[in-house]
């Protein structure tokens, strides 16, 4: 392959790779100062969200240096967006006695055009969502997964930040309960992303049909509150 189109790949790769953290981080913030973690409790958590299925997928593929510690932006933009949710997302005190949640009327203006309906998260949560499918998928078809493995990695990519994330929450992953298409949607849009792959699509089409069925069979179990069984 030409040098400049290598080149072109790994950054469209990478620029993904960002965006997807900065989504996840951002998810991971709000989750926790609702479920009334403190600073620094909720910037675990955006990294625990932003950097845990890719770091499984790194350790499992054999992958090192870890992605994240190979290039300190991604931390780094962690902790940018962490502090942003922060000073934007009111700790949700309603759980400790004789506290009232916290409110403020600027930041919490923001905070309801960002995170103001459960529609506008779920969707932040499902673009994530797809471009995390589609990177694990990826990066296990180039590291030589067989097609029928390849989208398993991609929904521990996209998954397990969460999961790991409700472990610290100190209760059952909401993926092993019955609940609306999450695994379900990321593992449609890497079977998507395989499919175009094998069928000699580029990578960035197989991405973009990625998204579109990941967001779409996310979007639609919330839409129709079609769960899991």
Not at 13 to 33: C, E, F, H
Not at 40 to 63: C, E, P, Q, S, Y
């Amino acid at each position: 392959m030409d040098p400049e189109i290598t080149d072109m790949v790994l950054l469209f790769q990478t620029v993904i790779q960002w965006i997807a953290i900065m989504l996840s981080a951002s998810t991971g913030v709000y989750d926790a100062r609702k479920n009334g973690m403190d600073y620094f409790g909720a910037l675990v958590i955006a990294v625990i969200v932003a950097v845990g299925g890719g770091t499984i997928r790194d350790l499992l593929l054999d992958r090192y240096p870890l992605f994240w510690l190979a290039d300190p932006i991604y931390l780094i933009s962690i902790f940018i967006v962490g502090i942003i949710g922060i000073i934007l997302i009111p700790i949700s005190r309603t759980d400790l006695p004789g506290k009232q949640k916290r409110s403020s009327g600027f930041f919490q203006s923001i905070t309801r055009l960002i995170f103001g309906t459960s529609g506008t998260f779920a969707f932040i949560d499902s673009f994530a969502l797809g471009m995390w499918a589609y990177l694990g998928t990826m990066y296990a078809l180039t590291s030589g997964i067989p097609p029928i493995i390849a989208p398993i990695m991609g929904v521990i990519t996209a998954s397990f930040g969460g999961v790991l994330r409700d472990i610290l929450f100190a209760k059952i992953p909401e993926l092993f309960k019955p609940s609306q298409f999450y695994a379900i949607a990321s593992f449609a849009g890497a079977t998507a992303y395989v499919l175009m792959s094998m069928a000699g699509f580029s990578s960035t089409d197989g991405f973009i049909v990625c998204m579109i069925v990941t967001v779409f069979v996310r979007m639609t179990s919330i839409r129709y509150n079609i769960t899991s069984f």
